[in-house]
């Protein structure tokens, strides 16, 4: 009788708790612009993703994990704050000239890890904007990573298509020459004129600062170099390493290595070369004996688009004719920027060996969530003003069923899940006509994706209530300013 009790106490023991005895290191890769298509555990045939396939396997595979947008730079926000980008002005694509758009003071990600004793790093795509509105390149830099929790930073500043083209390092760019200042124009971010760098066309001109520039077929080595030093120097204490990739976003300029290696054209190599990226962490976890003790977590900032390559049109390379038929989002309709399911269902990987089990999860989670997830996981408490979109999904990452209930997929407008509905809102103003490419217009739009995942048969005329219920409850979200109770 005595060891039954013991074992009904394990099994009524809060998740949170037992994860906190393990204090997990926590490594969070977010891709760009990597679809649901893209890897080979989600389907792809004419790319190879080894690493992931393999690590999918060990792991747990989500087939309903989203973005919080369809784009990349509100999705980092409210990664970072467990707060919907669109409750805060200035969050959309940031110019590389933006200022810090993650407030210092309020929780964070990597804030609330140091409060449970972790060392904290970011390697990589920022995009959450540096200093002051317009960022001064040529002194120190702050506020930045290190006013937000953050103890180490190397960071690509905003995208590898806009300037500056210079890797920095919490709070200076490396290898700038004093006598040869950095000066930025983002007068005309869209058109004419953009400047050359490294020979590729960029947004937002940029004159100065030749010695510090990046070598753009060198980026993902220099990232998975920086990850793995933060490791090794880390592996005597828990840690969080938030690692943001370059790959696969414009312009694409894979390492010779990668070049034709995949079917799918540059495109495809680039999803080879992030594969290969994240080969090098778990390579260094499992040399330092750091796996079994490690919460990784692999995804992307958004759905898959197949573009040429961003302004560096005169290259050519990466045309929409060379990615050979690969589905990069799948069967899902639309991509990066949509409301549909493609703009913000994304691959979603899990793996912490003894703790999360193997297979598939079809629990609705998001990237916002991590924020309390991660609190549960270290045993703390957020306060209420803290991450007010942000939920425990804790329980749905450690093998349960049960994830969201609603989420709001942003992209162009919001939308709303519930269950396995969809819920597409009439487009307001301006974007009231018809977007073809956004597939928005002045009529609602009502999915069953539970046996339409392509989002193909429009049933808002054969629901109105269900309709007029979740319009309700997305204009509560709206005006609340929180989604968690």
């Known amino acids: 009788m005595k060891h039954l009790l013991s074992v009904l ?26 679809g649901y298509g893209d890897l080979g555990c989600y389907g792809a045939t004419k ?15 989500f087939t309903d994990a ?16 467990g707060e919907y980008a669109f409750r805060k002005q200035g969050t959309g694509i940031l110019p590389g000239i933006a200022g810090l758009i993650v407030a210092p003071g309020r929780m964070t990600v990597p804030g609330m890890l140091k409060l449970a004793g972790y060392t904290t790093g970011v390697v990589g795509k920022w995009h959450l904007g540096l200093g002051t509105t317009p960022t001064d390149y040529n002194t120190e830099i702050k506020p930045g990573p290190l006013e937000i929790g953050f103890d180490y930073a190397w960071l690509l500043p905003a995208t590898g298509d806009r300037t500056p083209c210079v890797w920095v390092e919490n709070h200076r760019v490396v290898g700038l020459d004093p006598k040869d200042p950095i000066k930025l124009d ?50 005597d204490k828990p840690f969080f390493l938030y690692l943001a990739t370059h790959d696969i976003h414009v312009p694409r300029v894979p390492n010779a290595r990668f070049k034709g290696q995949s079917q799918a054209g540059v495109r495809g190599d680039c999803v080879q070369s992030f594969d290969w990226t994240v ?22 900032d958004n759905g898959g688009v197949l573009d040429n390559n961003g302004p560096d049109k005169e290259h050519g390379i990466g045309s929409p ?27 979603f990987l899990a793996r912490w060996p003894g703790h999360i089990p193997q297979g598939d999860s079809a629990a609705l989670i998001c990237h916002v969530d991590m924020l309390a997830s991660f609190a549960a996981l270290t045993g703390q408490k957020l306060p209420d003003t803290a991450g007010p979109d942000s ?17 709001v997929e942003h992209g162009g407008v919001l939308a ?16 009231a006509k018809k977007n073809k490419k956004r597939g928005t217009g002045p009529d609602a739009q009502l999915y069953n994706l539970a046996n339409d995942l392509g989002e193909t048969k429009n049933v808002a005329a054969e629901h109105p209530d269900r309709v007029r219920e979740m319009t309700a409850v997305l204009d509560r979200i709206r005006e609340q300013g929180r989604s968690r109770p």
């Open 66 to 81: 989203h973005s919080p947008a369809a784009v990349c730079t509100p999705t980092r926000y409210a990664f970072m704050t």
């Open 391 to 407: 939920f425990d999904v804790l329980p749905a990452l450690l093998g349960g069923t049960t994830g969201r209930e609603t989420l």
């Open 47 to 61: 790319i190879k993703t080894p690493v992931l396939d393999r690590f999918a396997k060990e792991g747990r595979r």
């Open 321 to 347: 004719e060379a990615n050979n038929g690969h589905l990069h989002n799948g069967m899902l309709r639309g991509g990066k920027g949509s409301p549909f399911e493609g703009g913000t269902r994304v691959p």
């Open 279 to 300: 080969g090098q962490v778990l390579a260094a976890l499992d040399r330092l004996k750091l796996t079994d003790n490690t919460l990784v977590i692999v995804t992307s």
């Open 416 to 431: 709303l899940r519930q269950g396995t509905w969809k819920l597409i809102p009439p487009a307001e103003g301006a974007k």
């Open 186 to 235: 983002y007068s005309v971010q869209r058109g004419e004129p953009r400047s050359f760098v490294n020979g590729i066309p960029r947004i937002g001109e940029q004159v100065g600062g030749k010695a510090a520039l990046w070598k753009d077929d060198e980026i993902c080595d220099v990232l998975a170099g920086k990850a793995v030093t933060f490791i090794e120097k880390n592996k």
């Open 9 to 34: 106490a394990l099994l009524l023991t809060p998740l949170a708790a037992l994860a906190e005895t393990a204090k997990p290191n926590i490594v969070f890769i977010l891709a760009d612009d990597i």
